[in-house]
């Protein structure tokens, strides 16, 4: 029976029928539903890790235990396990191995919108690039078998496009794929003499690849006019606009289909390369002396879509064309009603303070109107940031600079920012936002929450100790509902003379261990003053009504529905007129 | 079945069961027999941002996206997102709104403001269907359900059955809700007309 799945959904169905053992990964938008549909079938071990790096790692191991495994990240985690990736592919496999990397065009959920095509070149692997749901399910089951056959991890690419699109898909079922374990020394130890050997063999691999390449992609040959190659979504799009173009699909895309592409390039009068972000295929299309049409007309930055390929390549638009309405007022995501990391950024703004900032919901906290942090990287770069400008400030720094990080940041790559903050003499104040659980991408457990992936509980790790272990000397809890206890918090760390964690005490509104209000807060519109203090702490729960009663030019609402009733505006009002309503 | 694709396009704010709706439209569209490719984005949507999903269905159907200008029908969930997408509509286009209005933080605490009358706005440039969805589900027991009687409204607009209608939706909504789900589909169906 077809069903519709998302490209998450069917890849984590081929992963299980492909008889994976382990599967390890990071949470990260587009990847994270891939693991939380594994998860359901038993027979896979499936575990969140530290970070992608671990990830990676821990599929290695499966791999050379002689089972299949898979390592799940989004395309900046490929940018963390980036070190075991390069020298995996020298080493190769013994079970079957696949990474996925879930790219971003269009950056929906990222930081940025790297094209993580160049890594499976820059790593001399194999990728694959699914077009649809059925097609991620089929193309992973087949990802199994190179790896095997080729001795190589195999990089799977997807975009957001693919993992979060439904569409139809056969299921089949789970076979088995076992070897044994064998000490292969030269094969798995890579030192200098043993490396230098297999990267010989790596090179002596890509030709072979291309082989196989020219057999998995072929031409669906329509009209002679205009040829397109394309990979990914941007097949989908170029089969919308060109219905009637020869189409070379590259579902496989490292190494290039030489043969194919010379053959289609011979029988069309006009060549095009539709492909999102980086002309990765044209250049080396181009590189081969075949002219082309791409980059010079399709845009290297965002998405493609089905207009964004036809306005550049054929110069039509069928947008329907919209006049004579006002400006709409835009809805970008805010912080929820009662999130925890509101206090702190209150707070914060309110004072002369540079904050180093992370990836996490709290990124949401630089924009208007809360508008209180000033640089996020990537993961961990906080706590690196705060000390890079405490050591360039000097004697003056301290009091003036803060890091704030969440806790499965931390937990992922903060841990060693700190440390070297301890040991190289530093002043820091960090804040470890501590709403215990992945709360971005959705909610998943990490090593702080207590439990796995699998649902079973675990050790928790403690904050706390490891920033002790670490040479933390003060350490402090608050809660961040609080606006003069987090204000205290910060007074203290800042006349501490070392450096300082502070760390918040509650959980993420959309947790499971959800705060339950007893209570929303209330407007009195009579001992309302109208100066719009509570407007400015982003709280969507509160809203404001034109015309207001008794001739003001507005009145404050609190949504009964969306307020959890955690007391932060109450706190911000200096009139008494927003009030807790009673129990 | 013809050759023509049916696109339809559904906006509103994170939380309001956009995505919930567009799968059970995607089901229903499957169950009937067409070939379906529904694309939404999550990440943020839990966090209150603008929602759009697009769900295609036909015999066959290649981009998960919407071609702008070549929407058939807009389903929106808020008066002024509903606004937002008027671009992506075919010229034969109609919408399914429900009458309702969500004030974003840039308008409560920022320079923008929210349009006096975004429903006037929206009949001037397409034939709409407004439905006030969440005081009809508020009053058949939760407000929860204002999107099925929006997907009630959109039922009598698409080609797939009732029936097959109703089992997309006990498939697809939380245990338990399935028969007031079923009433607030009813009563959408009612309030857009017809049989």
């Given at each position: 029976?077809?069903?519709?799945l998302?490209?998450?959904?069917?890849?984590?169905?081929?992963?299980?029928?492909?008889?994976?053992?382990?599967?390890?990964?990071?949470?990260?938008?587009?990847?994270?539903?891939?693991?939380?549909?594994?998860?359901?079938?038993?027979?896979?071990?499936?575990?969140?890790?530290?970070?992608?790096?671990?990830?990676?790692?821990?599929?290695?191991?499966?791999?050379?235990?002689?089972?299949?495994?898979v390592?799940?990240?989004?395309?900046?985690?490929?940018?963390v396990?980036?070190?075991?990736?390069f020298?995996?592919?020298?080493?190769?496999?013994?079970?079957?191995?696949?990474?996925?990397?879930?790219?971003?065009?269009?950056?929906?959920?990222?930081?940025?919108?790297?094209d993580?095509?160049?890594?499976?070149?820059?790593?001399?692997?194999?990728?694959?690039?699914?077009?649809?749901?059925?097609?991620?399910?089929?193309?992973?089951?087949?990802?199994?078998?190179?790896?095997?056959?080729?001795?190589?991890?195999?990089?799977?690419?997807?975009?957001?496009?693919?993992?979060?699109?439904?569409?139809?898909?056969?299921?089949?079922?789970?076979?088995?794929h076992?070897?044994?374990?064998?000490?292969?020394?030269?094969?798995?130890?890579?030192?200098?003499?043993?490396?230098?050997?297999?990267?010989?063999?790596?090179?002596?691999r890509?030709?072979?690849?291309?082989?196989?390449?020219?057999e998995?992609?072929?031409?669906?040959?329509?009209?002679?006019?205009?040829?397109?190659?394309?990979?990914?979504?941007?097949?989908?799009y170029?089969?919308?606009?060109?219905?009637?173009?020869?189409?070379?699909?590259?579902?496989?895309?490292?190494?290039?289909?030489?043969?194919?592409?010379?053959?289609?390039?011979?029988?069309?009068?006009?060549?095009?390369?539709?492909?999102?972000?980086?002309?990765?295929?044209?250049?080396?299309?181009?590189?081969?002396?075949?002219?082309?049409?791409?980059?010079?007309?399709?845009?290297?930055?965002?998405?493609?879509?089905?207009?964004?390929?036809?306005?550049?390549?054929?110069?039509?638009?069928?947008?329907?064309?919209?006049?004579?309405?006002?400006?709409?007022?835009?809805?970008?995501?805010?912080?929820?009603?009662?999130?925890?990391?509101?206090?702190?950024?209150?707070?914060?703004?309110?004072?002369?303070?540079?904050?180093?900032?992370?990836i996490?919901?709290?990124?949401l906290?630089?924009?208007?109107?809360?508008?209180?942090?000033?640089?996020?990287?990537?993961?961990?770069?906080?706590?690196?940031?705060?000390?890079?400008m405490?050591?360039?400030l000097?004697e003056?720094?301290?009091?003036?600079?803060?890091?704030?990080?969440?806790?499965?940041?931390?937990?992922?790559?903060?841990?060693?920012?700190?440390?070297n903050?301890?040991?190289?003499?530093?002043?820091?104040?960090?804040?470890?936002?501590?709403?215990?659980?992945?709360a971005?991408?959705?909610?998943?457990?990490?090593?702080?929450?207590?439990?796995?992936?699998?649902?079973e509980?675990?050790?928790?790790?403690?904050i706390?100790?490891?920033?002790?272990?670490?040479?933390?000397?003060?350490?402090?809890?608050?809660?961040?509902?609080?606006?003069?206890?987090?204000?205290e918090?910060?007074?203290?760390?800042?006349?501490?003379?070392?450096?300082t964690?502070?760390?918040?005490?509650?959980?993420?509104?959309?947790?499971?261990?959800?705060?339950?209000?007893?209570?929303?807060?209330?407007s009195?519109?009579?001992?309302?003053?109208?100066?719009?203090?509570?407007?400015?702490?982003?709280?969507?729960?509160?809203?404001?009504?034109?015309?207001?009663?008794?001739?003001?030019?507005?009145?404050?609402?609190?949504?009964?529905?969306?307020?959890?009733?955690?007391?932060?505006?109450?706190?911000?009002?200096?009139?008494?007129?927003?009030?807790?309503?009673?129990? | 079945?013809?050759?023509?694709?049916?696109?339809?396009?559904?906006?509103?704010?994170?939380?309001?069961?956009?995505?919930?709706?567009?799968?059970?439209?995607?089901?229903?569209?499957?169950?009937?027999?067409?070939?379906?490719?529904?694309?939404?984005?999550?990440?943020?949507?839990?966090?209150?941002?603008?929602?759009?999903?697009?769900?295609?269905?036909?015999a066959?159907?290649?981009?998960?996206?919407?071609?702008k200008?070549?929407?058939?029908?807009?389903?929106?969930?808020?008066?002024?997102?509903a606004?937002?997408?008027?671009?992506?509509?075919?010229?034969?286009?109609?919408a399914?709104?429900?009458?309702?209005?969500?004030?974003?933080?840039?308008?409560?605490?920022?320079?923008?403001?929210?349009?006096?009358?975004?429903?006037?706005?929206?009949?001037?440039?397409?034939?709409?269907?407004?439905?006030?969805?969440?005081?009809?589900?508020?009053?058949?027991?939760?407000?929860?359900?204002?999107?099925?009687?929006?997907?009630?409204?959109?039922?009598?607009?698409?080609?797939?059955?009732?029936?097959?209608?109703?089992?997309?939706?006990?498939?697809?909504?939380?245990?338990g809700?399935?028969e007031?789900?079923?009433?607030?589909?009813?009563?959408?169906?009612?309030l857009?007309?017809?049989?």
């Amino acid at each position: 029976m077809r069903k519709l799945l998302s490209g998450n959904e069917a890849i984590a169905e081929a992963l299980y029928e492909a008889g994976v053992k382990v599967a390890a990964g990071y949470p990260g938008t587009p990847s994270s539903e891939i693991l939380l549909n594994l998860v359901a079938h038993g027979e896979v071990h499936s575990e969140w890790c530290p970070n992608e790096k671990v990830a990676l790692e821990v599929a290695f191991g499966a791999s050379v235990a002689g089972r299949r495994s898979v390592a799940v990240m989004k395309h900046v985690g490929l940018n963390v396990a980036a070190d075991p990736f390069f020298t995996f592919a020298y080493v190769g496999v013994t079970g079957g191995c696949v990474v996925i990397t879930a790219d971003d065009p269009g950056m929906h959920s990222s930081q940025n919108e790297q094209d993580n095509r160049h890594y499976a070149r820059a790593a001399k692997v194999p990728m694959l690039e699914p077009t649809d749901s059925q097609e991620a399910h089929d193309l992973m089951l087949r990802a199994y078998d190179i790896s095997e056959a080729f001795d190589t991890p195999v990089l799977y690419r997807t975009t957001t496009r693919i993992a979060h699109s439904k569409t139809p898909v056969e299921l089949g079922s789970r076979t088995e794929h076992e070897k044994a374990v064998e000490h292969q020394r030269a094969k798995y130890v890579m030192v200098p003499g043993n490396a230098k050997a297999r990267h010989k063999l790596i090179e002596e691999r890509l030709p072979k690849l291309r082989g196989l390449s020219n057999e998995l992609n072929t031409v669906e040959w329509r009209g002679r006019d205009v040829g397109i190659i394309a990979d990914g979504v941007a097949y989908q799009y170029a089969r919308e606009v060109f219905p009637d173009a020869s189409t070379l699909k590259l579902v496989m895309s490292h190494p290039l289909p030489d043969a194919r592409i010379r053959e289609l390039a011979a029988a069309v009068k006009q060549l095009y390369v539709v492909e999102e972000l980086d002309p990765f295929i044209e250049e080396q299309v181009r590189a081969m002396g075949i002219s082309c049409v791409g980059k010079d007309k399709l845009p290297l930055l965002g998405e493609l879509s089905p207009e964004v390929v036809a306005k550049s390549l054929l110069g039509t638009d069928k947008s329907r064309k919209v006049e004579g309405l006002p400006e709409l007022p835009p809805r970008p995501p805010v912080l929820c009603p009662g999130c925890p990391h509101r206090g702190i950024f209150l707070v914060l703004a309110k004072r002369d303070i540079f904050v180093y900032g992370d990836i996490g919901c709290y990124t949401l906290s630089s924009a208007p109107p809360i508008s209180a942090m000033d640089t996020c990287l990537c993961m961990g770069a906080s706590i690196g940031g705060a000390h890079g400008m405490d050591m360039a400030l000097g004697e003056e720094r301290k009091g003036r600079v803060v890091g704030v990080i969440g806790d499965s940041t931390f937990i992922h790559s903060g841990i060693t920012g700190l440390l070297n903050v301890v040991y190289n003499r530093g002043m820091s104040t960090i804040i470890v936002l501590d709403n215990r659980t992945t709360a971005m991408t959705g909610g998943q457990n990490h090593p702080g929450t207590g439990f796995t992936l699998m649902g079973e509980p675990t050790h928790r790790l403690d904050i706390e100790a490891i920033a002790r272990a670490l040479g933390v000397e003060l350490v402090h809890h608050f809660d961040p509902y609080d606006l003069k206890a987090t204000g205290e918090a910060l007074d203290r760390a800042f006349a501490h003379k070392g450096p300082t964690v502070l760390i918040t005490t509650r959980p993420c509104v959309l947790a499971p261990a959800r705060i339950t209000g007893d209570h929303v807060a209330v407007s009195d519109k009579r001992a309302c003053k109208r100066c719009a203090a509570c407007l400015k702490i982003g709280c969507p729960a509160i809203s404001k009504v034109t015309p207001g009663t008794d001739g003001k030019k507005f009145d404050v609402v609190v949504s009964e529905d969306l307020c959890v009733g955690c007391d932060v505006c109450v706190q911000v009002c200096k009139f008494d007129a927003m009030r807790r309503s009673p129990p | 079945m013809t050759g023509k694709v049916t696109n339809v396009l559904m906006c509103g704010v994170g939380g309001q069961g956009v995505i919930l709706a567009s799968d059970i439209l995607a089901e229903a569209a499957l169950r009937a027999g067409f070939d379906v490719k529904k694309s939404e984005v999550h990440g943020m949507s839990q966090r209150g941002g603008s929602v759009v999903t697009h769900v295609r269905f036909g015999a066959a159907v290649h981009s998960p996206l919407i071609r702008k200008g070549e929407a058939d029908i807009l389903v929106a969930f808020e008066l002024v997102e509903a606004l937002r997408y008027l671009d992506s509509l075919s010229s034969q286009a109609v919408a399914v709104v429900d009458d309702v209005k969500r004030v974003p933080t840039t308008v409560s605490s920022g320079p923008f403001t929210y349009p006096a009358d975004p429903a006037g706005l929206l009949k001037e440039r397409v034939p709409t269907t407004l439905i006030d969805c969440s005081a009809v589900a508020k009053a058949l027991g939760s407000v929860r359900m204002a999107n099925t009687v929006l997907l009630g409204a959109l039922s009598k607009k698409v080609d797939i059955p009732g029936s097959v209608w109703r089992e997309a939706i006990s498939q697809k909504v939380p245990r338990g809700t399935e028969e007031a789900n079923m009433r607030a589909f009813e009563e959408g169906r009612r309030l857009a007309g017809g049989a």
